[in-house]
Nanobody
Framework: QVQLVESGGGLVQAGGSLRLSCTAS????????MGWYRQTPGKERELVAQ?????????NYADAVKGRFTISRDNYKNTVYLQMSRLKPEDTAVYYC?????????WGQGTQVTVSS
C-alpha cells in the first residue's frame, strides 16, 4: 500500500502564497507520475501540475496556473511540493496529491485551499 499525506493548505488572501507538500510512504516503486490536482464541488478533478517521469521527465501545468505555481520534488524524501503564488479566489479548491506507480494511481486525502477576495 501507498500512503500520501498532504499538508500546507489553509486560508489566504488574494495575492498571497501557500506551499503544499505531499509525502509518500509505504511500498514505493519508481513513480511514473507525481503531481497535484484540484476539485471544487460539482466539478471534475482537474490537473494543476504534474511530473511525468519516463525516459525524460516533463512537467505539465494547467493554463490557469502557469507563471504562478511551481511544482518541485525531493526524491530522497519522497515528497512533491506545490508552491502557489499570486493566489486568486478561483484557486479555491481541495487539492489532491497523485502518485502513479506500476500503473496504479494513489491519491492523498486532500487539503483545502481557500483564497479570500
Amino acid at each position: 500500500q501507498v500512503q500520501l499525506v498532504e499538508s500546507g493548505g489553509g486560508l489566504v488572501q488574494a495575492g498571497g502564497s501557500l506551499r503544499l507538500s505531499c509525502t509518500a510512504s509505504g511500498i514505493l516503486f519508481t513513480a511514473t507520475a507525481m503531481g497535484w490536482y484540484r476539485q471544487t464541488p460539482g466539478k471534475e478533478r482537474e490537473l494543476v501540475a504534474q511530473f511525468s517521469i519516463g525516459g525524460a521527465t516533463t512537467i505539465n501545468y494547467a493554463d490557469a496556473v502557469k507563471g504562478r505555481f511551481t511544482i518541485s520534488r525531493d526524491n530522497y524524501k519522497n515528497t512533491v511540493y506545490l508552491q502557489m503564488s499570486r493566489l486568486k479566489p478561483e484557486d479555491t479548491a481541495v487539492y489532491y496529491c497523485l502518485r502513479r506507480q506500476r500503473g496504479e494511481n494513489y491519491w492523498g486525502q486532500g487539503t483545502q485551499v481557500t483564497v479570500s477576495s
